[in-house]
């Protein structure tokens, strides 16, 4: 009985979206149906391995009715259930579609078509030509009768049972009158050729020719080549076979960066072509995103895009293919997790791949920075994750730093390179924005040495810290964080500065303390300052203020760290202050100086105050008083 279901409303709006907007690039439609068609046959055939009631003889088909202005795609794959097809056709599952959509609406037309695919809406884009779709489904090595579903893309579909002979799906897209050239064969072989070449089971078609004596033969012809890529020489294959190959893999738009061409041999044996894409996709750290990893192949026979321990989690935008001879074609998903070979296979690809990028690093730095502003964070997120692969990592991670312009990446090893002979640590400090960074009084003695700084202001980069700490022999320290300490010349000198200057002024320093109660840990004369008259430091292990919120925009709670403030010693406010503290040591004015110097340190680091109304009051007195009034 015929069944008529609304589309849930995100799908609405795709369609509404499919009809109206993306008409840039039509022919990807069919790119798309053969897309699914391929997938539902490499499903099948993997069942196949274990279930002797699927047929094997595979192929997609494509049937052109000029007559009734209908294109059909059909498939002998997995099929899909009664339910499937409702759970797959009438809604969209994906989280993403709502990302997808906010996308296109920045993106408008121009780069729309693109985007289709990345969220798994590639069924949909058919309504971009036609005014009716229908698929009929049956499910392999079932029973049960097939499924017809129908829509014209607006508000609603029906669903109702239908007859098919074989396993598979077949659409049937009903061609809007404007469309009609898809119907021709010239047109259908271009659109194979450019995107669905590389799919390894036939795309068959009947092609009817006239003979020389006007009587007609009926024909099939297979329209691709079949090859599967990544077993061809790398010299045979085109820039623009590695583009779509790669478009087809991703499930999002762009072009590649590059591409890595992979054969393994001795104890592990498998071939890999792997891509790196030009652009992050803009869900890149969703869950979405690290579902689907590189496709695994073995004995050229799909197995899985779901198997995790292929890549390392940091390297999920690496999209290729990996096809083994080593692994049992009979191996279940399950098992394929802990496999050795697999892990082995993982070992090889994440070598090759960051050997790829340090080459890049070397050869061409455009590129490698191109990369690292789309991919840096997952580099990063490599320091701190893959031990075995630090070495390599920590070569290929850039940052800003003070004495370059903003924009410009630095590696540690140019930093080292660069540094002053009598400079002994790395310096670097982190936070939310480098204008804000550039000016902190955290860094005034670093730059008054001539000592450079690493500006960490990627949130990750609190973690790579953390696993980074030592590079090339030298220490990496943070410059807002417990005391800096030069080299031992100058150590000798202020040593001696500081212990006269806490001698004298000690019971002031002493009073601050009291007066500022639980929110500092300490207060101590610095090293680090020049022209600032104080400032908070972070103790040695203690977390930073920048940690803190970046745990409370994720939503997790953090107890926060009290901090040392440290005062300039040759500032004037030391003796002004000690003025007024030698003359009464009740005088009210103390405490409010010393809430005064514990806000403007806040202030200079661009930490917020607690209490911006006093603040502004104090200030305002102040100022009352200056002018004399
Ligand atoms: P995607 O292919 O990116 O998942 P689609 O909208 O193209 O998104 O398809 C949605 C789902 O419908 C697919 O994931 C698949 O489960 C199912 N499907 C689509 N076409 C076919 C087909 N020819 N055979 C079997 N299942 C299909």
């Known amino acids: 009985m015929s069944e008529t279901k609304k589309f849930k409303t995100e799908v609405q709006q795709l369609l509404d979206l499919m009809v109206h907007s993306l008409y840039s690039n039509k022919d990807i439609f069919l790119r798309e149906l053969i897309a699914n068609a391929a997938d539902a046959i490499d499903k099948a055939r993997f069942e196949a391995l274990t279930n002797s009631e699927i047929a094997t003889d595979w192929e997609i088909r494509i049937e052109a009715d000029k007559e009734h202005s209908i294109l059909r795609i059909s498939d002998n794959g997995i099929g899909m259930t009664n339910e ?66 129908e829509s014209d893309g607006k508000a609603d579909y029906s669903i109702d049972e239908s007859t098919r002979e074989n396993q598979g799906t077949t659409v049937i897209v009903h061609l809007k009158e404007s469309e009609k050239a898809y119907l021709e064969e010239w047109k259908i072989k271009e659109i194979i ?12 078609m009947s092609i009817t020719r006239k003979k020389e004596d006007e009587s007609e033969e009926t024909t099939d012809e297979v329209l691709n080549s079949q090859k599967a890529i990544w077993l061809r020489s790398a010299n045979d294959i085109t820039e623009e076979e590695h583009k779509n190959f790669f478009q087809h893999l991703s499930h999002f738009g762009g072009d590649p960066l590059m591409h890595i061409q992979y054969s393994a041999e001795g104890t592990s044996e498998f071939k890999a072509l792997l891509y790196i894409p030009e652009k992050a996709p803009f869900d890149l750290f969703s869950q979405d995103q690290k579902k689907h990893g590189l496709h695994l192949y073995i004995k050229r026979v799909f197995i899985s895009d779901e198997c995790n321990n292929l890549l390392p989690d940091y390297l999920r935008f690496v999209k290729g293919v990996v096809d083994s001879s080593d692994l049992p074609l009979n191996i279940s998903r399950e098992i394929l997790q802990d496999n050795p070979t697999i892990l082995k296979i993982n070992k090889n690809i994440v070598k090759k791949i960051l050997s790829e990028l340090t080459k890049l690093k070397e050869n061409d730095l455009e ?9 840096g964070k997952n580099l990063k997120e490599g320091v701190h994750s893959d031990f075995a692969n630090k070495e390599k990592l920590q070569e290929l991670v850039m940052f800003e730093s003070m004495t370059n312009e903003p924009g410009k990446l630095i590696s540690l090893k140019e930093y080292v390179t660069a540094m002053p002979e009598k400079q002994k640590e790395i310096y670097f400090i982190t936070g939310e924005e480098r204008a804000v960074l550039e000016n902190s009084p955290h860094l005034e003695l670093l730059k008054k040495n001539g000592y450079d700084v690493l500006f960490m202001i990627d949130p990750i980069d609190e973690w790579v810290v953390q696993s980074l700490t030592e590079y090339d022999g030298k220490k990496l320290k943070a410059a807002g964080k417990g005391e800096i300490e030069l080299d031992d010349e100058s150590k000798k000198d202020t040593d001696k500065k500081l212990k006269k200057a806490s001698k004298e002024h ?52 953090m107890p926060s760290t009290k901090r040392i403030l440290e005062i300039n010693p040759d500032h004037a406010l030391v003796a002004g202050l000690q003025g007024v503290y030698d003359k009464s040591k009740d005088d009210p004015k103390l405490a409010e100086f010393a809430e005064l110097l514990y806000d403007q340190a806040l202030l200079a680091e661009g930490s917020p105050i607690p209490d911006p109304v006093n603040f502004s009051k104090r200030i305002s007195d102040l100022m009352v008083v200056s002018l004399g009034k």
Not at 193 to 204: F, G, L
Not at 369 to 375: A, C, D, I, K
């Open 506 to 557: 000690k019971n002031l320093i002493g009073f601050i303390k009291t007066s500022l109660g639980e929110k500092i840990k300490d207060v101590r004369f610095s090293k680090r300052l020049t022209d600032s008259a104080c400032c908070l430091v972070s103790d040695e292990y203690d977390p930073t203020p920048n940690m803190e919120r970046i745990f409370k925009a994720m939503n997790q709670s």
């Open 193 to 204: 050729k450019k995107y669905s070449d590389y799919i390894e089971h036939p795309i068959k």
């Open 84 to 149: 499937e097809v409702i759970k797959n056709i009438g809604t969209i599952a994906k989280s993403g579609t709502k990302a997808f959509l906010s996308a296109l609406d920045k993106n408008k037309e121009e780069n729309s078509p693109d985007l289709i695919g990345q969220f798994g809406v590639g069924f949909y884009s058919a309504f971009m030509v036609a005014d009716k779709v229908e698929l009929i489904s049956k499910k392999a090595g079932s029973k049960d009768s097939a499924t017809c579903w």
């Open 367 to 375: 590129k490698y920075v191109n990369f690292y502003h789309e991919f």
